[in-house]
Nanobody
């Protein structure tokens, strides 16, 4: 099992910055991709950014150039540095970790989620 604990959300003015952290514990050796998703009221959960164990990253177009994902594999922690925040970035941000197992040559991925942390950007 994998447990995820998030921290770093809060209230910030437009143009400000926040840094989210997510620490994984448990079966962390099986984790490949970690990342952040967000869900605004009345909207579907959407990808924000991901990073795999090898360091490859992926970002939503809406956050490119403003957000930076980083990862400390030794600490099993993923970070999201959010700069130039906009009111439309307001959402609950969820940490995600994909636990992967290879059985008979097939890869099985199990998604784990944190409890979510609120980010509110005032105009």
């Amino acid at each position: 099992q994998v447990q995820l604990v998030e921290s770093g959300g809060g209230l910030v003015q437009s143009g400000g910055s926040l840094r989210l952290s997510c620490a994984a514990s448990g079966s962390t050796s099986e984790i490949n991709t970690m990342g952040w998703y967000r869900q605004a009221p009345g909207k579907q959960r959407e990808l924000v950014a991901t990073a795999n164990r090898g360091g490859s990253t992926n970002y939503a177009d809406s956050v490119k150039g403003r957000f930076t994902i980083s990862r400390d594999n030794a600490k099993n922690t993923v970070y999201l540095q959010m700069n130039s925040l906009k009111p439309e970035d307001t959402a609950v941000y969820y940490c995600n970790a994909d636990e992967e197992h290879i059985v008979a040559g097939l890869t099985f991925a199990y998604a784990h989620w944190g409890q979510g942390t609120q980010v509110t950007v005032s105009s």
